[in-house]
């Protein structure tokens, strides 16, 4: 897992973002939902100073474990925090060159409030990478993540939530599964709404890209990644259904 994440991160997270943002010692990098903090690693190798946090107190101590010799010098920070806790704003205000939300927004609730707050985290000339897979994709409830045999069932997360929740109880799956696919398919995230808050919130899109096959499904399944065609991605709604992941950078 850690090691899928520093890989990911190095090969297709961070050449994205230093399309629009150059990558320097200088650069600030605060990673929300950092889980162990492989996403970080390859901004701490090039030397970035690094805030990474995270709900989960597990993960957030594997990560300080892990990087306890960069914490020691002063580079690396991994807090078991909320994002919106005073205290974490208090400290952190317009402080990051680059904000990474990897794998996390379709995680968030209340993404209308959660995106233009991040504004107030941001150097006036910041940005922020998302990679997120779009609901309506093959799998995009996460229901890979059931233990039974219709954890292999593409599309059934979008029927409406007492159908979907019935099927998951009919095979079995445990009341915390449930409920965690749950509190996903409460905070899902299509394309059409992440762009429509991204603009609400006067934020620009500065790069897109749009794949029919997810990078991270090399490490997963050996797959190679393999970018949208540009007629697909230009069609909305139809686009949710062919295409497992998105990455957006979006500034000021
Ligand atoms: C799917 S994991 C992604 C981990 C990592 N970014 C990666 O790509 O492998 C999503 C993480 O977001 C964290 N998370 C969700 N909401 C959060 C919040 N409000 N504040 C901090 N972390 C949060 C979860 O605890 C979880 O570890």
């Given at each position: 897992m850690y090691g899928q994440q520093v890989d990911n991160s190095r090969t297709y997270v961070m050449p994205f973002i230093e399309q629009t943002k150059p990558i320097t010692p200088d650069t600030r990098v605060l990673e929300i939902g950092c889980g162990e903090g492989g996403v970080l690693q390859p901004f701490i190798d090039r030397s970035c100073y690094c805030v990474g946090v995270d709900l989960d107190k597990v993960r957030i101590d594997t990560a300080n474990d892990f990087f306890e010799d960069k914490i020691k010098e002063g580079k690396a920070e991994f807090l078991c925090m909320n994002i919106y806790d005073d205290a974490f704003l208090s400290r952190f205000a317009n402080s990051f060159d680059v904000i990474v939300l990897k794998d996390t927004i379709e995680h968030v609730p209340e993404q209308e409030k959660f995106i233009p707050y991040l504004k107030k985290l941001l150097k006036p000339d910041g940005q922020v990478f998302f990679g997120f897979p779009p609901w309506y994709m093959p799998f995009g409830g996460h229901q890979q993540v059931a233990i039974n045999k219709i954890s292999m069932l593409p599309y059934y997360h979008i029927l409406p939530k007492p159908v979907y929740k019935s099927i998951l109880k009919m095979f079995g799956e445990s009341k915390n599964k449930i409920e965690e696919l749950m509190e996903i398919y409460d905070t899902r995230i299509s394309i059409e709404r992440f762009e429509r808050i991204v603009k609400r919130s006067g934020f620009k899109v500065k790069q897109k890209q749009h794949f029919l096959?997810?990078?991270?499904y090399k490490y997963k399944f050996g797959w190679k990644p393999i970018k949208q065609t540009p007629i697909i991605s230009a069609i909305p709604f139809v686009r949710n259904f062919l295409t497992t992941c998105v990455y957006y950078t979006i500034g000021l």
């Amino acid at each position: 897992m850690y090691g899928q994440q520093v890989d990911n991160s190095r090969t297709y997270v961070m050449p994205f973002i230093e399309q629009t943002k150059p990558i320097t010692p200088d650069t600030r990098v605060l990673e929300i939902g950092c889980g162990e903090g492989g996403v970080l690693q390859p901004f701490i190798d090039r030397s970035c100073y690094c805030v990474g946090v995270d709900l989960d107190k597990v993960r957030i101590d594997t990560a300080n474990d892990f990087f306890e010799d960069k914490i020691k010098e002063g580079k690396a920070e991994f807090l078991c925090m909320n994002i919106y806790d005073d205290a974490f704003l208090s400290r952190f205000a317009n402080s990051f060159d680059v904000i990474v939300l990897k794998d996390t927004i379709e995680h968030v609730p209340e993404q209308e409030k959660f995106i233009p707050y991040l504004k107030k985290l941001l150097k006036p000339d910041g940005q922020v990478f998302f990679g997120f897979p779009p609901w309506y994709m093959p799998f995009g409830g996460h229901q890979q993540v059931a233990i039974n045999k219709i954890s292999m069932l593409p599309y059934y997360h979008i029927l409406p939530k007492p159908v979907y929740k019935s099927i998951l109880k009919m095979f079995g799956e445990s009341k915390n599964k449930i409920e965690e696919l749950m509190e996903i398919y409460d905070t899902r995230i299509s394309i059409e709404r992440f762009e429509r808050i991204v603009k609400r919130s006067g934020f620009k899109v500065k790069q897109k890209q749009h794949f029919l096959l997810n990078p991270i499904y090399k490490y997963k399944f050996g797959w190679k990644p393999i970018k949208q065609t540009p007629i697909i991605s230009a069609i909305p709604f139809v686009r949710n259904f062919l295409t497992t992941c998105v990455y957006y950078t979006i500034g000021l």
